[in-house]
């Protein structure tokens, strides 16, 4: 070769590099066999591969991708019955995944519970409820979701004192939307047995006014004095509420979830749904652990009965991952783990308000022994800089005295770790296969407000640090934790990006812009990064050649729209597997046989 056939050649190699069109690849039977069952053509396909390629079209046979290549590449595969989706320039991407997202539970609020996520002041609340009380007998329970101060026009909890005149004669449970706190009515406060004598239970906090009465805001543990009263769900109804949920999941282009903090009722109406074939969804399951070794105990002989990830039930539909525990509160009630004080409004001082443990700490680090010496994943929920540094220094230290790689311990929420947590993850990374955030950006939106107000302006510049975790290489699973925030992932792509409350209480942008991130670290966080967390990574989270053909079509590419449109991302069409389970063009949605 000459000097310039040589700087031609690389002048064509880094062309090719930019555009990084992978070659033809098919699987080796892909030619001589059956024709494909499905082609996708004229389109554009971020495979979210290694190289991050993007190819024209791909083909599907028996569920998985055999062929990404060129449109003309891949008709050659169609046959008289493979069924030919045209692209016309759309764009595909893997089917997304949340890491965190209580799609069982937050189904059922969704059907049977009141919804008070979008109301914005207190009149309008409690209105609702009053309409919901009106249909029930005396005694009956009223529960509500998703009410958050920082939507509020007041900026204030709601209040026993606001629903107690509008129901009287039945006990009234209104959850915040973090899932960390909630309001009672006099009636529920009652038959709880809560008054202005009852001291705050361990690792919770009964709310109380001037004078020392309860003002009916139960954080944490507390909250569960009257939870623990509520009816629980039926089987017919966690069933619906499942449904319900990957009903909006195939709208959202959304085809895997992991879903935290699961107890045996749970299963056991993911495991019926998978008997009768209507399960179209991957689920992997964190099943509780408890706050005892006990409880540790049963989570590990509850989690035991099935097989170990990536072993799965279904062919990759359901998971029996690992287990979650709980290591502090919520940053919404000022409850979580800190090393300074909480802040209320910004920048008034909850003197003397650092949060706590939800766990006794030492207690903790036995759970994860056991959980770690039997070979099992843990997630802890850990979102105070205090708690995160227990939780990466728990991890390390279990798994120095036993190196195990692949259990993928993860740090769930992590909000504000510090650097020491920051470099404890990276190291973790590299050596164990273990270390994963599993966080949450649209925490900055949809309780943004909140947020600012009670981190305050200086550590709020360190919530969520996305650009430092890719500079130091450091991968997360991105999530909506649903109900917390809504369910579809476009809001993760988007707040990872723009870092922008919904309101602007504090300013628009209160947890700065020094953090964000492009596009293309986003998208992986909520394909092939979220993959690994629900150890599908060899099945899904990517297109290529022998992974499962879980797709989802867009209106728009991500990779080249305005990045504050990404919010507005539209599905079109969503394959789980091989199989269409969602088709805007025909109107249908295709729930189960
Ligand atoms: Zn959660």
Not at 343 to 356: C, I, L, P, R
Not at 381 to 386: E, F, L, N, P, S
Request: aromatic content about 8%; overall charge neutral; some cysteine.
């Amino acid at each position: 070769m000459t000097n310039r056939s040589i700087r031609k050649a690389l002048a064509l190699a880094s062309l090719a590099a930019m555009f990084s069109q992978p070659a033809f690849c098919a699987a080796s039977d892909a030619r001589s066999a059956q024709p494909a069952d499905l082609v996708l053509f004229h389109g554009t396909i971020l495979t979210v591969d290694g190289k991050d390629s993007i190819a024209e079209a791909l083909a599907v046979r028996g569920g998985k991708i055999v062929a990404i290549g060129t449109t003309q590449e891949i008709l050659r595969l169609a046959g008289s019955k493979t069924r030919r989706i045209d692209l016309t320039g759309r764009t595909a991407t893997p089917g997304l995944i949340d890491s965190h997202a209580h799609i069982a539970d937050g189904g059922v609020g969704e059907l049977y519970n009141v919804q008070l996520g979008d109301a914005t002041t207190v009149a309008e609340a409690v209105n609702r409820v009053r309409k919901a009380v009106a249909r029930l007998k005396p005694g009956q329970w009223l529960v509500g979701d998703g009410w958050d101060e920082g939507k509020l026009a007041e900026r204030r909890y709601l209040l026993a004192s606001d629903i107690d005149a509008i129901s009287p004669n039945n006990p009234v449970w209104l959850e915040h939307t973090t899932g960390h706190y909630g309001v009672a009515n006099t009636v529920a406060l009652r038959l709880a047995k809560i008054s202005a004598s009852t001291p705050n239970p361990k690792a919770g906090t009964i709310d109380r006014d001037a004078s020392g009465q309860p003002t009916g805001v139960l954080k944490e543990t507390a909250a569960d004095l009257v939870r623990d009263l509520i009816p629980p769900p039926t089987p017919e109804q966690r069933r619906a509420g499942i449904l319900k949920s990957i009903d909006s999941l195939h709208r959202e282009g959304m085809t895997a979830v992991k879903d935290p903090s699961i107890e045996q009722p749970t299963w056991d109406a993911y495991a019926e749904l998978l008997k009768e074939g209507k399960l179209k969804e991957r689920i992997c399951v964190l099943w509780y652990a408890g706050t005892t070794m006990d409880s540790a105990r049963r989570a590990l002989r509850e989690m035991q009965a099935h097989p170990r990830p990536p072993q799965s039930l279904g062919d990759g539909r359901l998971l029996s991952c690992g287990v979650k525990i709980f290591m502090d509160g919520s940053g919404g009630a000022r409850t979580a783990w800190v090393y300074k004080d909480w802040y209320k409004k910004s920048t008034e001082v909850d003197t003397g308000n650092t949060g706590y443990p939800a766990v006794d700490p030492e207690l903790y680090r036995r759970q994860v022994r056991l959980f770690h010496e039997a070979g099992v994943h843990v997630g802890t929920h850990a979102v105070g800089d205090r708690a995160i540094d227990w939780v990466v220094d728990t991890y390390a230290q279990v798994l120095k005295d036993k190196p195990t790689k692949g259990l993928r311990h993860s740090i769930i929420h992590n909000n504000i770790p510090t650097d020491h947590a920051i470099d404890t993850m990276a190291l973790l990374q590299r050596q164990y296969d273990a270390g994963y955030p599993e966080l949450q950006a649209p925490f900055m939106w949809w309780i943004g407000d909140t947020y600012a107000g009670t981190f305050g302006p200086e550590r709020g510049q360190r919530l969520i640090p996305l650009k430092t975790y890719v500079d130091m290489g450091i991968i997360w699973g991105g999530g909506s934790d649903y109900s917390v925030t809504p369910l579809p992932a476009r809001y993760g792509l988007w707040s990872s990006i723009e870092r922008e409350t919904l309101k602007g209480v504090y300013g628009s942008h209160p947890f700065g812009t020094a953090q964000a991130i492009d596009i293309h670290a986003a998208l992986r966080s909520y394909t092939i990064w979220n993959a690994r967390q629900l150890f599908l990574d060899d099945r899904t989270g990517s297109l290529e050649v022998g992974k499962d053909a879980d797709i989802a079509v867009w209106t728009q590419n991500p990779y080249n729209m305005p990045s504050a449109e990404l919010r507005n991302l539209h599905c079109e069409a969503t394959i789980l597997a091989g199989e269409v389970v969602f088709d805007e063009s025909t109107g249908r949605h295709v729930p189960g046989p």
